[in-house]
C-alpha cells in the first residue's frame, strides 16, 4: 500500500476533468472493486465456472436474457460482430474460409462511421453503408431494406442520444429494431458511453437488439480493460462459442479472473446507485464554479447533455478561441496536473463524472492563476 509505483517509474498522477477518456485512464474503480480484482488474483479458478456464474449474475443484474464480459468495448464490437458471421452460417467462426468471412455483410449507416468501427472493419466482412451523415435526404426504412442480402449477418447501430458527437441522419433506433426483426437479422448496438442512464443497460435489448455493448471502463467504473455485452439468449449463445477461451479470435481478446471479477462489482454497485442524487451533486459543484467566476476573462457554462449525450450535466470552461489550447497545456503542466479536453471552439471540459469534491477546488485554484495570464476579451 505504501508503495508509490508511478513516482518510481518518474510518472506524475494528474486530475483527470475530462470525463472518461481512455488516454488517461478512464475512471476510477471504487476500493471494492480494487479489492475484489485482488482477491481474484489470488487464487485459480476454472475461467469457464467462472464465466458461467458471474454472467449469470450479470444478466440478473442487468435484467437480460444473457450478458457477458470482455476486455473493452471495442473487442466485444469484434466478437460479437464474428459472433454474428458464425450464427450466419451457423457454423464456428474458426471452421470458416476468409472466403465464407469476406461474403458476408454487416450494414452501418454512414452516420454511423466512428474511430470505434476498425473492431469491424477487422472482421473481414463487408460492410454495407446506408444513408448519409446528415440531414438533407434522412435515411428511411426502405434503404435499409434494400441494403438487406442474403449474405447479410448483421446490422450494426450507434446508439447515441442527440447532444453526443454522432452526426444526424441515420434510422432511428426503432425503426432499425423493427426492419430487422422482419427480417430475422441481429442487431449489434454499440453503446459503450451510453451510461449514465443505467436503464439503458436494458432497455435497448428490451427495445430488441441482439446485443448491446457497454465500456467497462467508463462510467461503470469496472476495470479499464473490461467490456460489457448483455442480449438475447440465442444470439448470446453465439458470443459465448466466439469469445474467450474460445480459440479462435476470442482468444486474442484473453481477459483474467481479475476482471471478469472487478466488472461483476462495479455493475453490483452502479445498479445499485441513486443517479438522482448524484445528479444533484454534480449541479452543486457546477453551480460552486460559476459562482467562483464571474467577470472575468474565463466563465463557466453548463453543457446538458454532457459531450457523450448522457443526462449529467457538465461543466464548459469558455476562455476564448485563440486560449485554449494555451490553457489546456497550462494545465497539464502544472502542478497538480490537470488534464482536460476542448469543447466547442472556444472552451474545455471540466466534467464531474470523474472528478471527486476535493478535485473541484484544485480545479479551481489552477484555473485562477491561469485565468490571470490571459489577454483581456
Ligand atoms: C469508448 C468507446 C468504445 C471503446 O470502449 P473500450 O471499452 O475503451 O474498448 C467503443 N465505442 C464507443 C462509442 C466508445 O465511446
Not at 145 to 167: C, D, H, K, S, V
Amino acid at each position: 500500500m505504501s508503495r508509490d509505483i508511478y513516482g518510481e517509474l518518474g510518472v506524475r498522477k494528474i486530475i483527470n476533468a475530462a470525463g472518461t477518456y481512455t488516454s488517461v485512464g478512464g475512471s476510477r474503480m471504487s476500493e471494492r472493486t480494487i479489492e475484489a480484482m485482488g482477491e481474484a488474483a489470488r487464487s485459480h479458478v476454472v475461467i469457464k465456472e467462472l464465466q458461467a456464474k458471474a454472467h449469470e449474475r450479470l444478466a440478473e443484474l442487468t435484467r437480460n436474457e444473457s450478458a457477458f464480459v470482455t476486455n473493452g468495448a471495442a473487442c466485444a464490437l469484434h466478437v460479437t460482430g464474428a459472433a454474428a458471421i458464425a450464427r450466419h452460417y451457423a457454423r464456428p467462426h474458426a471452421s470458416l474460409t476468409p472466403d465464407q468471412i469476406a461474403k458476408c455483410e454487416i450494414i452501418i449507416h454512414r452516420a454511423h462511421r466512428n474511430p470505434y468501427d476498425w473492431s469491424l472493419r477487422l472482421l473481414g466482412a463487408k460492410l454495407v453503408e446506408i444513408g448519409f451523415p446528415n440531414t438533407i435526404l434522412p435515411t428511411i426504412a426502405e434503404d435499409l431494406e434494400l441494403a438487406i442480402t442474403e449474405n447479410t449477418a448483421a446490422i450494426y447501430y450507434f446508439f447515441m442520444p442527440q447532444g453526443g458527437w454522432m452526426p444526424q441522419g441515420a434510422l432511428s433506433f426503432e425503426e432499425t429494431l423493427d426492419v430487422a426483426k422482419r427480417r430475422g437479422l441481429p442487431v449489434i448496438v454499440d453503446a459503450a458511453a451510453q451510461l449514465p442512464p443505467k436503464e439503458n443497460l436494458w432497455r435497448l435489448t428490451g427495445l430488441g437488439a441482439s446485443a448491446c455493448i457497454f465500456s467497462g471502463g467508463k462510467d461503470l467504473r469496472g476495470p479499464q480493460a473490461s467490456g460489457l455485452v448483455v442480449g438475447k439468449r440465442d444470439f448470446m449463445d453465439w458470443l459465448g462459442k466466439t469469445a474467450f477461451p474460445t480459440y479462435g479470435v476470442g482468444r486474442m481478446f484473453k481477459l483474467g479472473r481479475e476482471e471478469i471479477v472487478g466488472l461483476l462489482s462495479a455493475v453490483e454497485e452502479y445498479v445499485a446507485q441513486a443517479e438522482t442524487t448524484r445528479n444533484a451533486w454534480c449541479e452543486e459543484q457546477i453551480k460552486k464554479l460559476q459562482e467562483a467566476f464571474g467577470g472575468g476573462v474565463l466563465s463557466i457554462e453548463r453543457l446538458f447533455p454532457n459531450e457523450a449525450g448522457q443526462p449529467m450535466a457538465a461543466a464548459v470552461a469558455k476562455v476564448g478561441a485563440t486560449n485554449v489550447s494555451f490553457v489546456l497545456k497550462r494545465l497539464i503542466e502544472g502542478d497538480p496536473a490537470v488534464y482536460s479536453a476542448p469543447w466547442g471552439n472556444d472552451g474545455l471540459l471540466i466534467n464531474p463524472m470523474t472528478l471527486r469534491d476535493d478535485e473541484f477546488s484544485v480545479i479551481t485554484a489552477r484555473l485562477k492563476e491561469i485565468e490571470k495570464e490571459l489577454p483581456h476579451r
